[in-house]
């Protein structure tokens, strides 16, 4: 599926994925973290419970996401394997960790500079420009608000922040610079030869005791599974009598020479009625 994912990733689309993918899934708001006391709690990172309700969320937002991306053939049963399910957990909680730690350190971005950023982003442009109708439409069809995505957005660009302090201080030492210079540029020298098997066959005796042996020794490589050829001819009575054509008198014969067939014995019904009439009564009478 991930291969599937990676081709279909160009254009408009790449960019909306990115921006659905990449940013929190809006659940690091100390509000949703505490509402009510009845809720279903699927996991608890520093302290932070993460609810079924986020959860769901997450998950809802994750499939629209991957059917944008791969499309309506993807198999539905993917979203039911607890493989995703997982992902979609480990996820949240990775998010309420960076969430608690971004907050604990104060990072932050100015509203001026969030707008900068959404009107950058080539998914919410128009000929080069800018396309409110076009941005709100987009956030919509991701199942969000324009005011979830752009706090989203605010937090991303926070994280984005800790992110890019990391990679700016990070440094490498000159010996494993050049240890790794060594490793790209080092070279091999190989050799080889090849055998043409058919110079060899006429100095090789085999025996039939050979043969068995290998046979014996190695049955599994020289088995094959059942195998069954079978041949057969599919008749339609249907298309048949569509191709089939009789007239009156071919009708007429085939009845005289099978009038058997058609012709029923003679059969009767009789029921037996007695009258009681006087001892002695005449015949008109009776």
């Known amino acids: 599926m991930l291969s599937r994912i990676r ?24 509000n949703s973290y505490f509402e009510g006391a009845s809720k279903v709690i699927v996991a608890t990172a520093e302290g932070i419970e993460i609810d079924q309700q986020s959860y ?66 080539p998914a919410f442009r ?33 994280f984005n922040q800790v992110e890019n302090g990391i990679v700016a201080t990070a440094f490498v030492s ?3 610079t050049d240890n790794l210079l060594r490793l790209l540029r080092q070279e091999r020298d190989a050799r080889y030869v ?23 020794e190695n049955s599994d490589r020289y088995y094959l599974p059942a195998d069954t050829r079978v041949d057969y001819l599919a008749l339609s009575v249907e298309a048949l009598a569509a191709e089939l054509v009789l007239d009156e008198e071919e009708i007429r014969r085939a009845y005289d020479a099978n009038a058997d067939r058609y012709v029923q014995p003679e059969s009767r ?13 005449g015949e008109t009478a009776v």
């Open 7 to 30: 081709d279909r990733a160009s254009g408009w689309i790449a960019w909306a994925i990115v921006i659905l993918i990449s940013i929190p899934f809006a659940l690091w708001g100390i």
């Open 56 to 121: 769901q969320q997450a998950l809802a937002q994750q499939q629209r996401t991957l059917v944008q991306l791969v499309g309506r053939d993807l198999d539905p049963e993917f979203f039911a394997s607890e493989e995703f399910k997982r992902q979609v957990v480990d996820q949240l909680i990775d998010e309420t960790l960076q969430g608690a730690y971004i907050r604990s350190r104060g990072y932050r971005i100015s509203d001026r500079e969030l707008n900068w950023q959404i009107q950058a982003i």
């Open 126 to 158: 128009t000929d080069g420009i800018f396309d409110s109708a076009r941005y709100h439409d987009l956030v919509a069809r991701a199942g969000l608000t324009v005011t979830g995505f752009e706090e989203q957005q605010r937090r991303q660009a926070a």
């Open 174 to 176: 000159d010996s494993s």
């Open 194 to 216: 090849v055998l043409d098997l058919t110079n060899y066959w006429d100095q090789v005796t085999v025996t039939d005791n050979d043969i068995e042996f290998e046979y014996q």
């Open 269 to 281: 019904s009789v029921r037996h009625v007695l009258v009681s009439v006087n001892e002695g009564a």
